[in-house]
């Protein structure tokens, strides 16, 4: 299982990278899109900030779960951006099902390997201590 987790989060963590990197630094020129996923994209670049935001999260979560530090944060702080991911490609453009399921698993199984880094969180009744 400790193998299968590192495994994981490193192809994860590159892959965040990679798009992020890509992104920010226009190494690759933006595909032709048509369509509801073109008014989708033009509504998000529209706000000036949102995909800087997004690709900055990507960034920061990628060098957490590629180096292993913080990486039940990570994995939470990413999850919104993964689901995102998944119903965009549910929704609007299925093409991108073939990353974006695998991409929701991965999470998944990284949530399921840290869950009890998160048990004090989602504890019903929490006490400080004195």
Same mark, same amino acid.
């Given at each position: ?22 992104? &920010? ?5 933006t595909p032709e899109m048509t369509g509801p996923?073109?008014?989708? @994209? ?22 957490? &779960? ?17 689901? @995102?991911?998944? &119903? ?19 999470? &998944? ?15 019903? @009744? ?5």
């Amino acid at each position: 299982m400790k193998i299968a987790v590192t495994v994981v989060r490193i192809l994860v963590g590159l892959l965040f990278l990679f798009s992020s990197v890509t992104f &920010l630094l226009k190494l690759f020129p933006t595909p032709e899109m048509t369509g509801p996923i073109k008014t989708f @994209n033009e509504g998000i670049a529209a706000s000036g900030y949102l995909m800087y935001l997004i690709k900055i999260t990507e960034l920061l979560c990628g060098l957490a &779960l590629v180096i292993g530090r913080y990486v039940p944060l990570a994995t939470v702080v990413i999850f919104p951006v993964t689901l @995102n991911i998944l &119903l965009v490609h549910l929704f609007i453009a299925p093409e991108g099902l073939g990353v974006a399921i695998p991409l929701m698993l991965c999470n &998944l199984f990284l949530a399921y390997a840290y869950r009890d880094r998160y048990r004090p969180m989602l504890a019903a @009744n929490s006490k400080l201590a004195a």
